[in-house]
């Protein structure tokens, strides 16, 4: 008597419909959040990044060295300005506003024409390889662009004497491993997974359970309730980093160049900007749903357009205007930084700075937003 | 209590809108300390919105007044740290033990000696044996006593208490009310709303509201008075079948059965004296009886319909 009924299919399905056409802001979401999504990654993405940013180091300016430099642009790979010093070069490279540094040697000119091949040498931040692996590829098509300018006699011996050769270094990650790329990345996904969920629940739970009423007729004040639904989880947080941390040292031979204590105190800027960012959409989501749904249309750009698994540098200027907004973009050079290049204080405090300001703002709206009534 | 007569509720034309819905419209309302105040109405009667104003809760949309000395609009903070408010709804943590509970509410409130206050509080409350259980494993009556403790945990001047018994076995309700009773011999002032008018008559004032409105107000004794109501009680015979002829019949507000015997309200008394005769059923005894509060209600609220 009591088997699958398809009235009673029907009126479950029609109670359901019902309930989500009530819910009008989910549903919206619903509707535009796969259609943005998509337009924004389509037009963001890029694999094969163009217009990187390199640094020439010149003993001084020659002939060769222009049609070299020409050919390079002609690629479209490089974005070429001069360099005045080695130091300039190394800290560039370093703190990530160069991706290559090109150095040609003294004497350049003279060297090609008594036929001796000499070598140009190109350091290449490799901490992310595919971000430079086809840049560095695009090296061997400019060799042939000197040729027209080489003397007859130099012209006729390039079969055996190469006009020129480039030596790439593939910095801070020689053996170009992935892993070293996409291990620091997934540290900082998998934080802003464990962090932005854990909070994006905690006030519409308190609302949906009814202790919200409760709280609010309690002396309590707004700033206290944000900050005691955070710090909680800050230490739950620290404890899935040092998991992180030494796992990916173990199994994946990560360096840890630099300080630990410096990593460890920027990441707990990096998670209370994301447990600020939760509990802002916690507070002004109307219930779970919606919140979930606001979490999600965060969370998908900020692991797009963080730099993470697609080449920052090879987004359009608008998209990297988005990503630079995200903890997470932050949070991901500061953890390659120091853990494949060293970087100290000096060079973090570019990434750090616009995390806190997203976490002090972020929890400002909360306040701001967070009714002490229940009208 | 040397300050007898003073008033820690005293509120005038106090008014609540949501959207086009006047749910509480001009209310004026004066609680003396360590009164028990009693709140009734229908549901959606403006109960809950009222006693949500006067904590702070809810922003009145008009009017004006004070609770506990401080004023309603701008002194919200002030009054919360000297109520205590007990939802209608179970609100505190179902994931907490009965012990952490309390222990959070005396921490939020500050309380100096909160471990004693606490430990004292659940000896008082006897909730001695499930001290160390979830919120969320006590049963209806147990988790009415862990509120009440709660909300009285920080000695508050002014309880507030929406529909506290409700849905809690009678026995648990007579023993809630004995705690409130002797909390007001305390010094406390209460203001409860409830739907049992067995509770009601428990209250040394009364104030029925109908939409949004005071519909009238006084002891027990003073709003039977006021009613005008005669009421006659019968049993024996068929008491069901003369509820369905009296019920049609002039002069006959009510007749409800109560069990076995039946009764009838009205003001009118020739017309009911002439209504029960014509109602000649064999065996019943009719004896006139005082009225109940209930029918007094009753009675206002349709006077109240008429008028208007």
Redesign the interface.
Known sequence: MNGFSWRRLYALMRKETIQVARDRITLRFIIVLPIMQLFLFGFAINTNPKNLPTGLLAAQPSKYERTIVAAMKNTGYYKIQILRSEAEAERDLRDGSLLFVVQMPPNFDRAVDRGETPSILVDADATDPTAVGNATGALQGVIPALTRDLPANRRAQLKQNPAFQFVVHARYNPEQLTAFNVVPGLICIVLTFSTLFATTLSITKERE??????L?????RPIEIMIAKIVPYVVIGYIQVLLILICSTLMFGLPIRGSVLLLLAALGIFMAANLALGVTISTLSANQMQATQVAQMLIMPSFLLSGFMFPFRGMPDWAQFFGEIFPSTHAMRIVRGILLKGIGVSEIIPELWPMALFAALIIAVAVYFYK???? | MSDVGENVIDITGLVKRFGSRTVVDGLDLTVAKGEICGFLGANGSGKTTTI?ML?????PDAGSGTCLGHDIITG??AI??D?G?M?Q??????DLTVFENLDF?AS??EMPNRRAAVDGMIERMGLKDRRDQLAVQLSGGWKQRLSLAACVLHNPKLLLLDEPTAGVDAKARREFWDLIHDMAGEGLTVLVSTHYMDEAERCKRVVYLAQGKIVVQGTGAEVAAKSGLITFEAVGGDVDLAARKLRHLAGVESAAVYGLSLHVAGTNRAAMQAAIDSVAIDGMAWTEVAPRLEDAFIHMLSVKGNEE
């Open positions: 359970r009814g202790t919200m009423e409760n609010l007729s309690m002396p309590v002490e009534t229940l009208d | 949500r904590c702070g809760l809810l922003r919200a903070v919360r740290r109520a408010y939802t709804r179970f609100s505190y943590y179902d509410v939020v409130y």
